[in-house]
């Protein structure tokens, strides 16, 4: 077995599952990016994953990788900064194990992400929430499935992993109603309810006659729904709600969208920005300042504060007394 094959496995087995305790998402996007890595490095060396070592994937190699994501993949940066953070949680795991190769890993562990423009976020307006809330046939149990679960989510901000996972046991409608989930970053979080939703999930998990163990939302067979299942429901309501909110067409819309839909409304509603990355699980408030940003609102209040350009600087000097009376009528 040679040292790369070694460290691959006691990285995966070792570090991510057994130190770390990685969720499956992490493991998988890692895997994947390194399973990309090794199938370029045998198109370049003619060697057979198996018997790469780690000075073969030295620094040019892993640049040429990146590149060749960018340009015949076609990926985004962001795509592309995170197969390197991947390769980057690799080579810091070798090492203190391979001293003999410090200078080749380190020289990897240099190459930096590379920058990016940041665009606003994508949310949904009051209108476009209305609209893709009354777009499921609530007359099915699809369809009734369907609009408790995108309430649920406007609501609560879920990410979308969060919300196929949740069981009926994470529903608690008495006293104090909140949804509790297993985030990112295995962190436990729960998030309150309103009165209007609280009835649709009563309803909904009524009819579900779910145990508590088993998915909240489910296929009609009861399992749970996944991560595409929900992309294609969410499409497919979106199209229909176009119709009567044409702005739809104008958006590109996923499950995230969602997601930022419950951050900008909770936002606009005043909430401070800390609240809402504890609402969201947000490890750091940065993750959370992009909605401030997005917020056309918020900078228009804070316009309104500032002073014209044309004014005269001066002392302010209160209005008469009886003028300001009789204003005041």
């Known amino acids: 077995m040679t040292d790369l094959a070694s460290t691959l496995q006691s990285f995966f087995t070792d570090h991510l599952i057994g130190n770390r305790q990685a969720s499956r998402h992490t493991i998988a996007a890692y895997r994947d990016a390194l399973k990309l890595l090794l199938t370029f490095a045998h198109a370049r060396t003619r060697t057979p994953p198996s018997r790469l ?12 990788f990146l590149a060749h994501l960018e340009h015949d993949r076609g990926n985004s940066v962001r795509t592309r900064n995170a197969r390197l953070s991947a ?27 590379k920058r990016f423009t940041q665009t606003l976020v994508t949310f ?10 009354a777009a499921p046939d609530r007359s099915t149990w699809t369809g009734r499935r369907d609009h408790a679960m995108l309430a649920l989510a406007i609501e609560t901000g879920l990410r979308v992993s969060e919300l196929v996972a949740l069981t009926c046991a994470n529903a608690h ?47 009609r067979r009861g399992r749970p729904l996944s991560v595409d299942a929900v992309q294609r429901r969410l499409a497919k309501h979106i199209t229909t709600a176009t119709s009567a909110c044409p702005t739809l067409s104008e958006k590109t819309i996923s499950p995230h969208t969602l997601r930022h839909t419950a951050a900008m409304r909770l936002l606009a509603a005043g909430v401070d920005i800390t609240v809402i990355a504890l609402w969201l699980g947000h490890e750091n408030i940065a993750s959370t300042q992009i909605y401030i940003h997005a917020d056309l609102a918020l900078k228009e209040r804070a316009l309104a504060f500032t002073r014209p350009t044309t004014s005269q600087p001066g002392r302010y000097r209160p209005p008469d007394a009886v003028l300001a009376f009789l204003e005041g009528m």
Do not use: M, N
């Not at 070592?53 to 040429?64: K, N």
């Not at 949680?89 to 190459?111: K, N, Q, S, T």
């Not at 949904?124 to 809330?133: G, K």
């Open 124 to 133: 949904l307006s009051d209108a476009e929430v209305d609209a893709l809330l």
């Open 173 to 219: 409608l008495g006293v104090g109603a909140h949804i509790s989930c297993l985030g990112k970053g295995r962190k436990q979080r729960i998030t309150p309810l309103t009165t209007g939703t609280v009835t649709l999930l009563k309803s909904w998990l009524r009819e579900r006659a779910g145990t508590p163990t088993d998915p909240v939302f489910s296929t």
């Open 87 to 113: 390769i980057h949680a690799l080579f810091g795991y070798a090492a203190p194990r391979h001293p003999e190769h410090a200078a080749i890993i380190a020289r990897v562990l240099a190459i930096p992400p």
């Open 53 to 64: 070592t780690l000075t073969d994937l030295d620094a040019p190699l892993i640049s040429a």
